[in-house]
């Protein structure tokens, strides 16, 4: 199965703040990752697809780069709707398709 | 308006049965991959099955020969027959839909509410 490590697993910010996340795969898996916000008692919001293709209707703040084994997910000028948890996902070979640990962003 | 329902969780003791439902509408349903991900609560999100517009299965290890996914086109409807239920099945599920033939170039686009499935005596 492919492993995805997400850092940090939290992080603290302020609104304005630009805060990147990074996904790293246990195995090469091109651009087949995907990038989640989940707010509490909400289902996942898609982000990002292709790893860095900005899913229709998502704020330009949010950015994704990488290839390979190495991903980042950036939010430039963070919101406060942006305080969330961030989950990545692999989609280049299943069973199964794999999400990260999870990366929750906190207002400082 | 585009969505997916879910329905048929609730409280079972361990060792039980539930079937899952989830209900797809405004959409092309054959278009797309169904899947199942779970989320125990306070924790990450995992994935649990999945059935292509072939009707193929895939299941995450901990759940295959327990668990059975199916569809149903004509009622644009996908399920989850889960039976021999454990206390560390208990999570929200959600059904989420990736279009089909997609190859890594999507991601799960459309998400149900969750349904809550406590395995518990």
């Known amino acids: 199965d492919i492993q995805l490590t997400q850092s940090p697993s939290f992080l603290s910010a302020s609104v304005g703040d630009r805060v990147t996340i990074t996904c790293r795969a246990s195995?090469?898996?091109?651009?087949?990752l995907a990038w989640y916000q989940q707010k509490p008692g909400i289902a996942p919001k898609l982000l990002i697809y292709?790893?860095?293709t900005l899913q229709s209707g998502v704020p330009l703040r949010f950015s994704g780069s990488g290839s390979g084994t190495e991903f980042t997910l950036t939010i430039n000028s963070l919101q406060t709707e942006d305080f969330a948890t961030y989950y990545c996902q692999q989609l280049k070979s299943y069973p199964p398709y794999t999400f990260g640990q999870g990366t929750k962003v906190e207002i400082e | 308006e585009v969505q997916l329902v879910e329905s048929g969780g609730g409280l079972v003791q361990p060792g039980g049965s539930l079937r899952l439902s989830c209900a797809a509408s405004?959409?092309?349903?054959?278009?797309?991959?169904m899947h199942w991900v779970r989320q125990a609560t306070g924790k990450g999100l995992e994935w649990v099955s999945a059935i292509n517009t072939a009707y193929d299965t895939y299941y995450e290890g901990s759940v295959k020969g327990r668990f059975t996914i199916s569809r149903e086109s004509a009622k644009n409807s996908l399920y989850l027959q889960m039976s021999g239920l454990r206390v560390e099945d208990t999570a929200v599920y959600y059904c989420?839909?990736?279009?089909?033939?997609?190859?890594?170039?999507?991601?799960?686009?459309?998400w149900g509410q969750g349904t809550m499935v406590t395995v518990s005596s």
């Open positions: 292709a790893a860095s």
């Open positions: 405004g959409f092309t349903f054959s278009n797309y991959d």
């Open positions: 989420a839909a990736l279009r089909a033939y997609s190859y890594g170039r999507n991601g799960f686009d459309l």
């Open positions: 195995q090469d898996i091109t651009t087949s």
